[in-house]
Nanobody
Framework: VTLVESGGGSVQTGESRRLSCEIH????????MTWYRRTPGRSRELVAR????????KYANFVKGRFTISRDNTQNMMYLQMNSLNPEDTAIYYC???????????WGQGIQVTVSS
């Protein structure tokens, strides 16, 4: 499984951005899909997670009400709609999938999102 993020870039405070993650390879054994981010000086943190086969989602408190995670299994895509962005959202965002049984993690290369005040 390989993952490719897109949609990053620079925005102003209050603006929106949508990240996409293309999932290549055998997706039949994916358990869940997650967006993580790494901000300067901090470790990588979970942003949002969605199960592959149902609509159960999990969000970090700092994005609740602003970000929405979604997926399209027919297109092997995952998305992160980010609204009301602020400079604290500036980070490298990573696409992640976990596999059934082994819980092995696959990671994308990461994509930069920069929010200016």
């Amino acid at each position: 499984v390989t993952l490719v993020e897109s949609g990053g870039g620079s925005v102003q405070t209050g603006e929106s951005r949508r990240l996409s993650c293309e999932i290549h390879g055998d997706t039949s054994n994916i358990l869940d899909m997650t967006w993580y981010r790494r901000t300067p000086g901090r470790s990588r943190e979970l942003v949002a997670r969605i199960n592959r086969n149902d609509d159960v989602t999990k969000y970090a408190n700092f994005v609740k009400g602003r970000f929405t995670i979604s997926r399209d299994n027919t297109q092997n895509m995952m998305y992160l709609q980010m609204n009301s962005l602020n400079p604290e959202d500036t980070a490298i965002y990573y696409c992640n999938v976990r596999m059934i049984r082994t819980y092995f993690n696959h990671w994308g290369q990461g994509i930069q999102v920069t929010v200016s005040s």
